[in-house]
């Protein structure tokens, strides 16, 4: 669905949790001020750290002028859901401070979908700077609020370029036959 319909929104898709960095989003767009994109976050709702209140209503409390106006929760969604929202989206971000590979990424690079992403996801690897997406230094609100910004000043020829870079990144480098021989590989030298 790369010729899908561009919303001029941003998307987080996963938990709304402490390490998927919702926080670190909140105070990148918060630096943004008038300049901070409108944001989708979907995802299922969890229990803030004292598991007394959750994650979203800290979150209300703790960034009022961000959270629930400029990010905005929408509850988890169906797979074709999520798909159709990545593959509309103007860019996604994955904040997260860490992540062990963060499939949605790589899922809106597939997309043809701008990418910006933590270096504390895995999928981070796949991106090359400026080239097919953009990467910011995990917890580093200033790292997020400038990829924010260069991505935001992209024209929209750049912008498609970059996504199609990314897509084809994924194509490459996730292609199911070259993992499964450099996994073989892997075996056989050991």
Do not use: H
Not at 15 to 24: A, F, I
Not at 163 to 177: F, I, K, S, Y
């Amino acid at each position: 669905e790369a010729t899908a319909q561009r919303t001029r929104r941003g998307l987080v898709v996963g938990r709304v949790q402490r390490w998927k960095g919702p926080e670190v989003l909140c105070q990148a767009l918060r630096l943004l001020g008038d300049r901070a994109p409108p944001i989708d976050w979907v995802g299922r709702d969890t229990p803030y750290e004292s598991r007394d209140i959750k994650t979203s209503d800290y979150l209300c409390q703790t960034w009022p002028d961000i959270w629930g106006k400029v990010v905005t929760q929408q509850p988890q969604q169906p797979f074709e859901q999520t798909a159709r929202l990545q593959a509309q989206a103007a860019f996604m971000v994955v904040p997260s401070l860490w992540d062990t590979f963060n499939f949605t990424c790589v899922e809106a690079m597939g997309a043809g979908t701008p990418v910006i992403c933590s270096s504390g996801a895995g999928a981070s690897e796949l991106i090359v700077d400026g080239v097919n997406g953009f990467a910011f230094e995990n917890g580093n609100a200033e790292s997020l609020a400038a990829a924010i910004e260069r991505m935001l000043s992209l024209s929209d020829t750049v912008r498609k370029e970059l996504a199609e870079a990314g897509r084809q990144t994924v194509l490459r480098e996730l292609n199911p036959a070259s993992v499964c021989r450099q996994r073989l590989a892997a075996y056989e030298n050991v």
